[in-house]
């Protein structure tokens, strides 16, 4: 009973702090950070090709998908890095909604009245068809659902019906529309089939070019010729300069205590009687095993961190251990199978993280420096608070990977999508690290070509690698010259001080050690005889090879696992014809994002 309120007692919360949500955002016009015109209503969260997303809607998507992690994974309160990227994934859902609506109606694409009532009457959903009540001796019975639908008091269910309806199914005519001419035929099954199934042994020969780069050198003019001629690879991207400062995000020893405490709680439910797989589905914070009772399977010595494996195998079958720590958290760890030198084993996770108190303190303390930094200036708060200031640049090109501090959701666009003030102060921002940073924006850096004195070392390494690689072009010519003269690999191979490598059977798709992966090495191994020998060039350098054995695909076995690959093959195709058709829609579309005057960055 106390375990159904308090699983009651967090939904509520949820629903109250979203209700919360929703009101400061559309209240306070998604100004809340204070500064700025306050009287300043955004209600608009972005516009695609004109047409505006509201706010609210912005708001509503990020609950949802927000309440449904915690919901799935038992968290009573979600990291600021999860919340960020579940904001960047909120947006770009609705970003890809707008965008498709609008190619909808440019199609004219829609449901008519007579294709809903044909989907209604022959479609039902997918919870109608695994309720049993709707079966008779066992075969689904259509009068039932009929009857359902005609019945007014599930007005309810057909309203909901109907709507997913009228929102799903122009997507899937306009999926029909883009797909009308995809097909897979025979010799691409066959291909597919080859390419799994057929099998080489060779010996090789590697020329590569980390073998020739120390026998290169290199003068003044090389360098500067070399430079001359590939000019436009040096081009330095369009680029901003920075200062930063960082806001350490860790658990205080309140957010430790609180954690060892609720564990605590729980090893007393069930030590009181509850069933311990009720206990991980309901409060275990391990989103991959929560939902199956905490079962992580079968494991052996070597599989967990140490301090988890040494509980755990002290364990007998069906035993449960007391609270434990580990770095992922506080665990409560049961073993119910032993087979041999393995365990399998079901545990209840607690994790250690800051919570909202201590985040809420965290982002007092950003406000404030922001405040202070707008009103006496950047350099003088970090002087005044001893605050560690790091200068950096960050090209375009790097994306949110950001030099000295690593990736940051959200930074490239937000500078680059339109260009910001000099001088002002952006964030904070949150990083893969966890960690909040703030930026001081210096000055943007025009694209241009670097001079030469400033990357020589760079064009030195490039120029380097580009002379070794024909270096290693050329001994390899060499030496398959003196097989065609009548040495073996082996005898040829040792004049030139290499020594041939022998593969076991592999694949079109295996990985081999030292070959660049799906490189023209596969090509060459792939089309030649037994005991030929050919040679080839890859971007890694020059290889020599010999074919010994040739595994052909059984073609007993393809009839086995046509229909297989056929299915496979569909669906791929299918995915990247859509996948490219948004990516281009995406692309030329013109999005013009509000958010960073609602401070979400």
């Given at each position: 009973?106390?375990?159904?309120?308090?699983?009651?007692?967090?939904?509520?919360?949820?629903?109250?702090?979203?209700?919360?949500?929703?009101?400061?955002?559309?209240q306070?016009?998604?100004?809340?950070?204070?500064?700025?015109?306050?009287?300043?209503?955004?209600?608009?969260?972005?516009?695609?090709?004109?047409?505006?997303?509201?706010?609210?809607?912005?708001?509503?998507?990020?609950?949802?998908?927000?309440?449904?992690?915690?919901?799935?994974?038992?968290?009573?309160?979600?990291?600021?890095?999860?919340?960020?990227?579940?904001?960047?994934?909120?947006?770009?859902?609705?970003?890809?909604?707008?965008?498709?609506?609008?190619?909808?109606?440019?199609?004219?694409?829609?449901?008519?009245?007579?294709?809903?009532?044909?989907?209604?009457?022959?479609?039902?959903p997918?919870?109608?068809?695994?309720?049993?009540?709707?079966?008779?001796?066992?075969?689904?019975?259509?009068?039932?659902?009929?009857?359902?639908?005609?019945?007014?008091?599930?007005?309810?269910?057909?309203?909901?019906?109907?709507?997913r309806?009228?929102?799903?199914y122009?997507?899937?005519?306009?999926?029909?529309?883009?797909?009308?001419?995809?097909?897979?035929?025979?010799?691409?099954?066959?291909?597919?089939?080859?390419?799994?199934?057929?099998?080489?042994?060779?010996?090789?020969?590697?020329?590569?070019?980390?073998?020739?780069?120390?026998?290169?050198?290199?003068?003044?003019?090389?360098?500067?010729?070399?430079?001359?001629?590939?000019?436009?690879?040096?081009?330095?991207?369009?680029?901003?300069?920075?200062?930063?400062?960082?806001?350490?995000?860790?658990?205080?020893?309140?957010?430790?205590?609180?954690?060892?405490r609720?564990?605590?709680?729980?090893?007393?439910?069930?030590?009181?009687?509850?069933?311990?797989?009720?206990?991980?589905?309901?409060?275990?914070?391990?989103?991959?095993?929560?939902?199956?009772?905490?079962?992580?399977?079968?494991?052996?010595?070597?599989?967990?961190?140490?301090?988890?494996e040494?509980?755990?195998?002290?364990?007998?079958?069906?035993?449960?251990?007391?609270?434990?720590?580990?770095?992922?958290?506080?665990?409560?760890?049961?073993?119910?199978?032993?087979?041999?030198n393995?365990?399998?084993?079901?545990?209840?996770?607690?994790?250690?993280?800051?919570?909202?108190?201590?985040?809420?303190?965290?982002?007092?303390?950003?406000?404030?420096?922001?405040?202070?930094?707008?009103?006496?200036?950047?350099?003088?708060?970090?002087?005044?608070?001893?605050?560690?200031?790091?200068?950096?640049?960050?090209?375009?090109?790097?994306?949110?990977?950001?030099?000295?501090?690593?990736?940051?959701?959200?930074?490239?666009?937000?500078?680059?999508?339109?260009?910001?003030?000099?001088?002002?102060v952006?964030?904070?921002?949150?990083?893969?690290?966890?960690?909040?940073h703030?930026?001081?924006?210096?000055?943007?850096?025009?694209?241009?070509?670097?001079?030469?004195?400033?990357?020589k070392?760079?064009?030195?390494?490039?120029?380097?690698?580009?002379?070794?690689?024909?270096l290693?072009?050329?001994?390899?010519?060499?030496?398959?010259?003196?097989?065609?003269?009548?040495?073996?690999?082996?005898?040829?191979?040792?004049?030139?001080?290499?020594?041939?490598?022998?593969?076991?059977?592999?694949?079109?798709?295996?990985?081999?050690?030292?070959?660049?992966?799906?490189?023209?090495?596969?090509?060459?191994?792939?089309?030649?005889?037994?005991?030929?020998?050919?040679?080839?060039?890859?971007?890694?350098?020059?290889?020599?090879?010999?074919?010994?054995?040739?595994?052909?695909?059984?073609?007993?076995?393809f009839?086995?696992?046509?229909?297989?690959?056929?299915?496979?093959?569909?669906?791929?195709?299918?995915?990247?014809?859509?996948?490219?058709?948004?990516?281009?829609?995406?692309?030329?579309?013109?999005?013009?994002?509000?958010?960073?005057?609602?401070?979400?960055?």
């Amino acid at each position: 009973m106390m375990t159904e309120l308090r699983k009651r007692m967090s939904i509520f919360l949820w629903v109250v702090a979203a209700a919360f949500i929703l009101f400061i955002f559309l209240q306070w016009g998604m100004n809340i950070t204070g500064g700025g015109d306050k009287e300043r209503r955004v209600d608009t969260i972005a516009k695609v090709n004109g047409t505006p997303i509201k706010t609210r809607t912005y708001v509503e998507k990020l609950s949802a998908i927000l309440n449904n992690l915690r919901d799935s994974q038992n968290l009573t309160y979600i990291e600021p890095l999860t919340e960020r990227l579940v904001e960047e994934s909120a947006f770009e859902e609705l970003i890809r909604e707008t965008i498709i609506r609008d190619e909808l109606r440019k199609y004219k694409i829609d449901v008519t009245y007579a294709e809903l009532i044909e989907i209604l009457k022959n479609s039902p959903p997918k919870e109608v068809l695994e309720d049993s009540l709707m079966y008779t001796n066992g075969k689904f019975d259509p009068q039932k659902y009929i009857s359902i639908l005609l019945n007014p008091a599930n007005r309810y269910f057909l309203y909901e019906h109907t709507n997913r309806i009228r929102e799903s199914y122009p997507m899937t005519k306009l999926n029909s529309m883009l797909l009308s001419g995809i097909k897979v035929t025979q010799p691409e099954i066959l291909k597919f089939y080859q390419e799994e199934s057929l099998k080489v042994k060779v010996t090789f020969v590697p020329f590569r070019i980390e073998d020739y780069l120390d026998k290169v050198s290199l003068s003044e003019n090389d360098l500067q010729d070399y430079y001359a001629i590939h000019k436009s690879e040096f081009e330095e991207n369009e680029g901003v300069h920075l200062k930063a400062v960082t806001f350490e995000v860790k658990p205080t020893l309140t957010d430790q205590m609180e954690a060892k405490r609720e564990i605590d709680d729980l090893y007393e439910l069930y030590a009181g009687g509850l069933n311990f797989d009720t206990l991980a589905i309901l409060y275990s914070q391990d989103g991959n095993s929560n939902q199956n009772g905490g079962d992580i399977g079968f494991v052996k010595k070597g599989d967990l961190e140490e301090d988890f494996e040494r509980i755990v195998f002290m364990l007998k079958k069906n035993k449960v251990s007391e609270p434990f720590q580990t770095s992922f958290g506080w665990h409560i760890a049961k073993v119910t199978e032993i087979k041999g030198n393995e365990r399998k084993i079901s545990h209840i996770l607690i994790k250690i993280v800051p919570g909202y108190e201590t985040i809420s303190q965290i982002k007092e303390k950003i406000d404030t420096f922001k405040r202070d930094a707008k009103d006496t200036g950047f350099e003088e708060i970090t002087n005044t608070l001893k605050l560690d200031v790091s200068e950096i640049v960050l090209y375009k090109d790097n994306v949110d990977l950001v030099p000295e501090i690593g990736q940051i959701v959200g930074i490239n666009s937000y500078l680059f999508g339109e260009r910001r003030k000099e001088k002002d102060v952006a964030g904070p921002f949150i990083g893969y690290d966890g960690d909040y940073h703030i930026f001081l924006i210096l000055k943007y850096i025009e694209p241009e070509i670097n001079d030469f004195d400033e990357i020589k070392d760079l064009i030195t390494e490039k120029a380097r690698r580009e002379k070794a690689i024909d270096l290693a072009n050329e001994e390899a010519r060499q030496c398959f010259e003196q097989m065609r003269m009548g040495k073996n690999l082996h005898q040829a191979a040792l004049l030139f001080g290499k020594t041939p490598r022998t593969t076991q059977y592999f694949s079109m798709h295996d990985f081999i050690p030292e070959v660049p992966y799906s490189s023209e090495f596969y090509g060459l191994a792939f089309t030649m005889n037994k005991d030929e020998i050919g040679i080839t060039k890859t971007r890694k350098g020059s290889f020599i090879i010999q074919l010994h054995e040739r595994k052909e695909a059984e073609k007993e076995h393809f009839a086995d696992v046509s229909n297989s690959i056929f299915a496979n093959t569909l669906l791929k195709k299918r995915e990247s014809i859509i996948s490219y058709w948004f990516q281009n829609i995406r692309e030329n579309a013109n999005i013009k994002d509000n958010r960073h005057l609602i401070d979400i960055y």
